[in-house]
């Protein structure tokens, strides 16, 4: 199970983290990532963390501004998200991976967490 929070609306140029509490499962043995989905579109991946905490891999509209991690203490996954734009706007996704290492290809996802962001 995935459980996010952290969403919200935020002015342009802002900051938000989004969070991710994984429950039932080996979380050390899945590479994390982040998905977003903006409406009539499929999702698309924005970020990764592979088991092992690198390699992390971003989207290119992305690179510079978020940042992947994740707390194997805690089970917990986190996209730190600074300098929004408008077009970071969408519903996000926390997911688990098919393996260790980032593949793109989603296993379970969470809820979704709506990030909106004006201008």
């Known amino acids: 199970q995935l459980v996010q929070s952290g969403g919200g609306l935020v002015q342009s140029g802002e900051s938000l983290r989004l969070s991710c509490t994984a429950s039932?499962?080996?979380?050390?043995?899945?590479?994390m990532a982040w998905f977003r989905q903006v409406p009539g579109k499929e999702p698309k991946g924005v970020a990764c963390?592979?088991?092992?905490?690198?390699?992390?891999y971003y989207m290119d509209s992305v690179k510079g501004r978020f940042a992947i991690s994740r707390d194997k203490s805690k089970n917990m996954v986190y996209l730190q998200m600074n300098n929004l734009k408008p077009e970071d706007t969408a519903l996000y996704y926390c997911?688990?991976?098919?393996?260790?290492?980032?593949?793109?290809?989603?296993?379970?996802w969470g809820q979704g967490i709506q990030v909106t962001v004006s201008t």
């Open positions: 997911t688990t991976e098919v393996a260790g290492y980032c593949s793109g290809v989603a296993l379970d």
């Open positions: 039932g499962f080996t979380f050390d043995d899945y590479a």
């Open positions: 963390v592979s088991q092992f905490e690198s390699p992390v």
